[in-house]
């Protein structure tokens, strides 16, 4: 590949010549494609070789995976992509996908008789680019050069792209990418002759190093000085470097649930939810999904939603606009939920870490608006509720919501920050999703960073978002969102707005089925709220990473698709939970936000949740307000989106695997 | 016979194969890798698949014998045992794999036994139909004729 630096004289290889050319070499391509196949048993290779020549691809055999790696050493840029079997003797098939990743970053292919959801997950969270099912037929091979094309195609604008934001490497950069395209280049990490031992333990120091100055602070710079390895350059350091971000950022993107992400965004908003009673995570979820604009905001608050935004103090900046329903919403039923809160603090704190900044003023006019609500207020984590001023302004009468809502909270917690603060729930719902996770999970926190990255879910289009905030509140005390639908305490009149707004209505659906049994499926514990991460964490990347506005639209769907979306969904279903709640209360409140709201949340929720994965339940059964919801949909129209206003981690949604 | 007559019986034997379920349709895709370049393709493949069986069935015997039992040897083994029958079409042995398997997990010694024994007969079938199968080939590749190709349209 020439890199356009021309620094790097690109050439490593011929497979780059072969490949770059790949548009000019088109043709014969994909014929004369170097395979390299792995696998122990004789008989599946002699197959493969046979099927892979009648492809016309240029096959290269071995049944052993340290042969295959000093194959590929020696020659780097020999081949364009790997073939191996998962069960082999010598060495587990996932670890030579990870040393192929790293050191060579070509392609690969699992393969393997096992077809287990759970295997076929770890390929994809080791990297893998696909997964065959034993007995592999031809036609599976004829594509497989996609896979190479694709891998160049987004090299190339991974490079581009993190070769400008090096820091201090700027200047570097064309021979960074010349690294990192070649080989032979002298400055790259691999090219150097080391063994392989040696090249293993350079990588665990150099894993070491980043560790200890943290993803985010790790300069080739420094690394190279921690490292302390005399001959390495900074070059050698940058080109690895920008691999192993590569290889990171697949990682996390894939099992963010797993807690691989250490995103700084997670950290924050974990910390941030961790105080906050779940409740409060909801809050700010809602809120900041609520998305409503302005106006409509405006409304919620008259409706008295205003509660909890203010004191949560929850810096949804979506808040502003559609935050404050979500907020409010939660607030009404959350009166119970506020004892429960504390248990979610986790997915409070995300929601703090989320930019969604209500205003003082709305914040008040929120408060007020929940105050009108009444006994919904929210007493969000009275110890730390400060996350969700909404939170705190639930009127106790939905203490036995409140109680749900806690419950639910707590588990999931992590997931209502996701679902409610669409704008900014995307990224205070990841987080506090994930926090939720976390705090359910004990550690999936990180999962949620990855939800926070994906906060380009936040992105969604809150707008619509406000539809969750309404009913929704429960989202942000996931727990007691979870709780609240098991209760079935939400009155079926706060249907999801959102449902109405367009564009969560799918995703309450989908979460609804979540929650029922059928979210098993997806592996959620807690029906909806908590992003499964480890399960889905795909799915949650998936979500996270969908556009907000298909977000928003879809409702959560999107982030109710995947199993762990429950947590979006979650959020969008705390978002109007506390539509649920607030029905009881105030069928007018309720109304009125479910006009500006999908208004249906907390009736979705309620009864949605069988098992108390609330977050379902939010969602789209009650779309009532259709009115209302195409009100929010233009007001939302009009109202920037809400992405800029996240600042993510660099995870945009194009990145996030879905 | 004549050769005509040769590929009928070639072909009615084929279809009572796979009608009996012994080999599946990756069998048949292992025959259409098989052309001028490589004319004997698939008796190699079943080659080397008896060879690499052979030795896993004898570990197997020999893993499940002791006392102690290692269940993540024996499985891993029939794992293998698993994919290169599946690869070859060889039906019947590698459902008698899967069933093996699951016993394994199940540490379940006497049933893993039964099931080795199960294995070894269904290997032993599907030799013995393989190795009347590439007779019948060989005869009418010597009379001059070529092997139909086979489609399975049940």
Known sequence: ?658 | MEVGQMQRQWVDYMRSLFMEGFLDDQFLQLQQLQDESNPDFVVEVVSLFYEDSEKLLNDLTKTLDTKGTDFKRVDAHVHQLKGSSSSIGAQRVKNACIAFRNFCEEHNIEECLRCLQQVKQEYCFLKNKLETLFRLEQQIVAAGGSIPMMELSF
């Open chain 1, 1 to 658: 590949m020439n890199l356009t630096n021309g620094k790097g004289s690109m050439s490593t290889a011929s497979s780059n010549a072969a490949w770059k050319a790949g548009d000019v070499v088109s043709d014969q391509f994909p014929a004369g494609l170097r395979v390299l196949v792995v696998d122990d048993d004789p008989t599946c290779l002699m197959i493969l070789e046979r099927m892979l020549r009648a492809c016309h691809y240029e096959v290269t055999k071995c049944n052993r995976a340290e042969i295959a790696l000093s194959l590929l050493r020696e020659n780097r840029n020999g081949f364009d992509i790997v073939i191996s079997d998962v069960h082999m003797p010598d060495m587990d098939g996932f670890k030579l996908l990870e040393h192929i990743g790293l050191e060579m970053d070509l392609p690969v292919i699992m393969m393997s008789a096992d077809d287990g959801k759970n295997v076929v997950m770890k390929g994809v969270t080791h990297g893998a680019c696909d997964y065959l099912i034993k007995p592999v037929r031809i036609e599976a091979l004829k594509n497989i050069w996609q896979h190479v094309v694709r891998k160049r195609k987004n090299e190339w604008k991974d490079l581009e792209q993190s070769g400008s934001v090096e820091e201090g490497d700027l200047q570097q950069k064309p021979s960074e990418d010349a690294d990192y395209s070649s080989s032979a280049n002298e400055g790259s990490w691999r090219s150097s002759k080391k063994r392989k031992d040696e090249e293993e333990e350079l990588h665990q120091q150099f894993v070491a190093a980043v560790n200890q100055l943290g993803i985010d602070k790790a300069v080739p710079k420094k690394i190279l000085e921690l490292m302390n390895v005399p001959g390495l350059t900074r070059e050698n350091v940058a080109s690895h470097l920008q691999k192993y971000r590569l290889y990171l950022r697949r990682l996390s993107g894939v099992s963010q649930h797993q807690g691989n992400l250490n995103n700084s965004f997670i950290s924050q908003h974990e910390a941030a939810f961790g105080p906050i009673s779940s409740l409060n995570g909801l809050d700010l979820q809602a809120l900041a999904a609520s998305q409503l604009p302005a106006q409509s905001l405006a409304t919620l608050q008259a409706a008295g939603f205003g509660r909890s935004t203010a004191k949560s103090g929850i810096s949804m900046p979506l808040v502003d606009q559609g935050n404050l329903f979500s907020f409010q919403n939660p607030k009404l039923r959350f009166g119970e939920v506020q004892h429960q809160n504390a248990s979610n603090s986790k997915p409070m704190s995300l929601l703090h870490g989320i930019p969604t900044s209500m205003e003082p003023k709305q914040l008040a006019n929120l408060h007020h608006s929940a105050q009108s609500l009444g006994s919904l207020n929210m007493r969000v984590n009275d110890p730390g509720a400060q996350s969700n001023p909404l939170l705190m302004q639930m009127a106790p009468s939905p203490q036995s919501r409140g109680q749900m809502i806690n419950e639910n909270i707590g588990s999931h917690v992590s997931r209502l920050p996701s679902s409610m603060a669409h704008p900014i729930i995307p990224n205070g719902i990841s987080s506090s999703v994930l926090g939720r996770n976390v705090i359910a999970d004990g550690g999936r926190g990180a999962a949620y960073n990855s939800v926070s990255q994906n906060s380009s879910m936040v992105n969604f289009p809150m707008n619509q978002t406000t539809e969750f905030p309404v009913s929704s509140f429960p989202v942000g005390s996931t727990p007691g969102i979870s709780s609240l639908t098991a209760k079935g305490a939400f009155p079926e009149d706060v249907s999801l707005e959102i449902k109405g707004s367009g564009g969560f209505v799918p995703s309450y659906d989908i979460f609804n089925e979540l929650n029922q049994p059928k979210t098993h499926d997806w592996g959620l514990p807690n029906a909806g709220l908590t992003f499964d991460a480890s399960q889905h964490a795909n799915p949650l990347q998936g979500n996270i990473g969908i556009p907000s506005s298909v977000l928003l639209n879809q409702g959560f769907s999107s982030s109710q698709q995947s199993g762990h979306h429950s947590g979006a969904s979650s959020v969008g279903n705390t978002m109007f939970a506390p539509g649920e709640l607030m029905d009881q209360r105030n069928a007018q409140h309720i109304n009125h936000l479910n006009t500006l709201l999908l208004g249906n949340s907390p009736r979705v929720k309620a009864e949605r949740i069988p098992d108390a994965s609330s977050q379902a339940t939010f969602f789209p059964e009650h779309y009532g307000q259709e009115d209302l919801m195409s009100e929010l949909l233009r007001q939302q129209e009009g109202i920037a989106p809400a992405e800029n206003e996240f600042d993510f981690d660099g995870y945009s949604t194009d990145n996030i695997p879905v």
